[in-house]
């Protein structure tokens, strides 16, 4: 009976090793760490849940039938989680922060600095992702999005309206004969994320002439594109607060308006009630009200 129930207490988290789809995380178990721990269920349950089929597995009619009770008990023990995590009242323990990777990156350290220095028993956790993480299933505690969730379980203020511009190294505009008017960017390299239309769609509905061919270096990493732009390999598109401040690329075309990149702080409303979150969402909050004034304050200073 008990390793029964050892099997059934761990069994959403064997489930979602054996049914997840690949890529992997790195620290995904391995396939012959799921292929014990399957057994192992396996044997407790006295069933078989998985066949081979060709190189890969399948459920069985059995693991069929067990799969949704199975995903209810992985739902119930997130949101007990959450419940506990929303009850700890002391200004200690760790708090996980999510944001795209620029932002990780260049804007959250001062902020973290005054986090730690006003709460030291906060320890910090930060997820640099483009992805959006679960924050429902406690992939973080507060993350820093660019978009408005529009799940009732989050919570979500906005903090900031930022804008995107094209930058690039004087070296590369030089090579260009010069940049003065949108149509001159027709033979520029501009960097993408993917091979999709969304940067082509963005930039011509600001009037740049691009096609699929302007991409002809494309990344996911966007840290990896701002690199390749400070040494002068093409254009980046980067949020002006960070932009502005790098002494190494310029401003391409004055002119041209702005991407508009909102700013939104996410929680789950259950960790909101968290005082150490709370101490950690608001603070963040002011960083970023401090990073919308500055950047005022710089429009200002060059009108």
């Given at each position: 009976?008990?390793?029964?129930?050892?099997?059934?207490?761990?069994?959403?988290?064997?489930?979602?090793?054996?049914?997840?789809?690949?890529?992997?995380?790195?620290?995904?178990?391995?396939?012959?760490?799921?292929?014990?721990?399957?057994?192992?269920?396996?044997?407790?349950?006295?069933?078989?849940?998985?066949?081979?089929?060709?190189?890969?597995?399948?459920?069985t009619a059995a693991g069929?039938?067990?799969?949704?009770?199975?995903?209810?008990?992985?739902?119930?023990?997130?949101?007990?989680?959450?419940?506990?995590?929303?009850?700890?009242?002391?200004?200690?323990?760790?708090?996980?922060?999510?944001?795209?990777?620029?932002?990780?990156?260049?804007?959250l350290p001062p902020i973290?600095?005054?986090?730690?220095?006003?709460?030291?028993?906060?320890?910090?956790?930060?997820?640099?992702?483009?992805?959006?993480?679960?924050?429902?299933?406690?992939?973080?505690?507060?993350?820093?999005?660019?978009?408005?969730?529009?799940?009732?379980?989050?919570?979500?203020?906005?903090?900031?309206?930022?804008?995107?511009?094209?930058?690039?190294?004087?070296?590369?505009?030089?090579?260009?004969?010069?940049?003065?008017?949108?149509?001159?960017?027709?033979?520029?390299?501009?960097?993408?994320?993917?091979?999709?239309?969304?940067?082509?769609?963005?930039?011509?509905?600001?009037?740049?002439?691009?096609?699929?061919?302007?991409?002809?270096?494309?990344?996911?990493?966007?840290?990896?594109?701002?690199?390749?732009?400070?040494?002068?390999?093409?254009?980046?598109?980067?949020?002006?607060?960070?932009?502005?401040?790098?002494?190494?690329?310029?401003?391409?075309?004055?002119?041209?308006?702005?991407?508009?990149?909102?700013?939104?702080?996410?929680?789950?409303?259950?960790?909101?009630?968290?005082?150490?979150?709370?101490?950690?969402?608001?603070?963040?909050?002011?960083?970023?009200?401090?990073?919308?004034?500055?950047?005022?304050?710089?429009?200002?200073?060059?009108?």
């Amino acid at each position: 009976m008990r390793a029964l129930q050892t099997a059934v207490t761990s069994a959403p988290r064997w489930w979602a090793s054996c049914t997840a789809w690949w890529p992997t995380p790195p620290e995904a178990p391995t396939i012959n760490t799921v292929g014990r721990q399957v057994a192992a269920l396996e044997e407790a349950l006295g069933v078989a849940l998985f066949e081979r089929v060709g190189r890969g597995i399948a459920l069985t009619a059995a693991g069929l039938d067990l799969l949704e009770h199975v995903r209810a008990m992985g739902d119930a023990a997130a949101r007990v989680s959450l419940t506990a995590a929303g009850q700890a009242m002391a200004l200690e323990g760790v708090v996980c922060i999510t944001a795209s990777e620029v932002i990780a990156a260049h804007l959250l350290p001062p902020i973290i600095a005054r986090v730690r220095a006003a709460h030291p028993g906060i320890e910090i956790e930060i997820v640099a992702s483009n992805a959006a993480q679960d924050l429902r299933q406690r992939e973080a505690d507060i993350a820093v999005r660019n978009f408005r969730p529009r799940d009732p379980e989050l919570i979500a203020r906005k903090v900031h309206d930022s804008g995107a511009r094209l930058y690039a190294a004087p070296a590369y505009l030089e090579r260009l004969g010069g940049v003065r008017a949108p149509e001159d960017l027709a033979r520029a390299e501009i960097f993408g994320f993917d091979r999709t239309t969304m940067m082509v769609d963005g930039l011509k509905a600001l009037g740049v002439p691009v096609t699929a061919a302007s991409f002809p270096i494309v990344t996911s990493n966007h840290l990896v594109q701002w690199e390749l732009a400070k040494q002068g390999l093409g254009i980046c598109v980067m949020m002006e607060e960070i932009g502005e401040r790098e002494p190494r690329v310029r401003r391409v075309l004055d002119a041209l308006p702005p991407l508009p990149v909102p700013v939104w702080l996410v929680t789950h409303k259950e960790v909101e009630t968290s005082r150490r979150i709370r101490v950690v969402f608001d603070l963040l909050a002011e960083g970023f009200l401090a990073v919308r004034d500055e950047m005022a304050a710089l429009a200002a200073s060059r009108a």
